[in-house]
Each structure stands twice: as C-alpha cells, then as structure tokens.
C-alpha cells in the first residue's frame, strides 16, 4: 500500500522559508515521478511542481524562482524549498504520485502571514 506522509508546514512571516518533505513507502520511490500541489480555501487544487525519476522538475509559473523541487531515493522522500513566501502562498500542500493510479498525501498547512 502506497503511503505519503507529508511534514514541515507552519506558519511563517512574508519573506520566509519553509521546507516540506514527503516521505513516501509501499513503492519503488526512485522510479517514480512525485508532484507537490496545494488547495487555497475556497479554490481548486493546483499544480505546484513535479520532479521525474531521473531528476527533471517543472513549476508552475507562480513559483519559478522561488521553490525548488528535489527528492532523496536513499531516504524515499521528496523536497520543497520554497522561498520569498507571499500571502498568497498560504495553502494546504500536498504530494501525490501514481502507482497505476493517483496517491496522495494527507497534506501540510502552510500560512504565510505577518
């Protein structure tokens, strides 16, 4: 059974950091591609970005520059750095692959707020 555990949201100030990690189990973890979304109250879930097994990434355009994507298959989790966090950021992040089909974690809050 595929398990994502996701960790490290909070609340932070504008400007700040925060990392999240996803520690996935029930799957061969290097061979999958892994994805962060997140889901605004009161919005659709969005994509966010992904990393493929061999290490390409893409982001969403709202985010280029500021977040990077990264993975450990030695520890079977997957990263997000994100950076110059805005209000707008302030979202429950979520990590999802597919194992024939769409597994997703529990999710993380993350608010940005002074």
């Known amino acids: 059974q595929v398990q994502l555990v996701e960790s490290g949201g909070g609340l932070v100030q504008p400007g700040g950091s925060l990392r999240l990690s996803c520690a996935a189990s029930g799957m061969i973890f290097s061979t999958n591609a892994m994805g962060w979304y997140r889901q605004a109250p009161g919005k659709a879930r969005e994509f966010v970005a992904v990393i493929t097994s061999g290490g390409s990434t893409n982001y969403a355009d709202f985010v280029k520059g500021r977040f990077t994507i990264s993975r450990d298959n030695a520890k079977n989790t997957v990263y997000l750095q994100m950076n110059s966090l805005k209000p707008e950021d302030t979202a429950v992040y979520y990590c999802?692959?597919?194992?024939?089909?769409?597994?997703w974690g529990q999710g993380t809050q993350v608010t940005v707020s002074s």
């Open positions: 999802k692959t597919r194992v024939g089909h769409d597994y």
